[in-house]
């Protein structure tokens, strides 16, 4: 798990750098010296970047089970009590930290499960014929039993999609889904699926 970190913070820490000092160190010893983002800075710069190895690079890049998931958020926490316990960060940016793996460790499974169970539908359920396509990545507005309402940068309002019910009870108002659907006569179908962002 800590190697996936570090492979994150080498490939996207420097996203997080909001000081020119530390920007400008960045770019000359990584261009110049092809040091690596964890060689040029220390812990203090984790946690910046815990919100993004959580949310978008183990679910995007790691395409981690439900079980990895759950791991992931237990082991930050760790982690973020060690730093704290070392001295490398203060009080408050530690309990920052634990909030937002423990939110990771309860969403980012229930993500992945969801994920699991939009694949499963469409594959089993797509439609044979359609006459246009929405790809993109829809924000579940309004989740109702078997009904999901989404909104994407591709379309204007609000599209609604039907499921079955055990989909809707996983689903999370202003979660991130990646759908490819397909308009029928019987309105918008799921024809392919990503992955689930929580919000």
Known sequence: MIDLLRHCLNGYGYHELDNSSDIALYEKLYFQKNREFCVIFGPDKILPSLSNFMNYFMIRKVMAS?????????????????????GYIDREYALRGLRIATEAARELPAAERLARLLYEFAQNHAPRYWTSELDDYFILEKVRPGILLLSGSTVSGVVEVRVPKEITDHCREGWQINLLLGKTRNG????????????
Request: proline share 3%; with cysteine.
């Open 66 to 86: 439900e079980a990895l998931l759950q791991v992931t958020g237990t082991v930050v926490k760790k982690l973020i009590k060690w730093l704290e316990e070392q």
């Open 188 to 199: 918008w179908c799921i024809l392919e699926t990503g992955n689930v962002y929580p919000s």
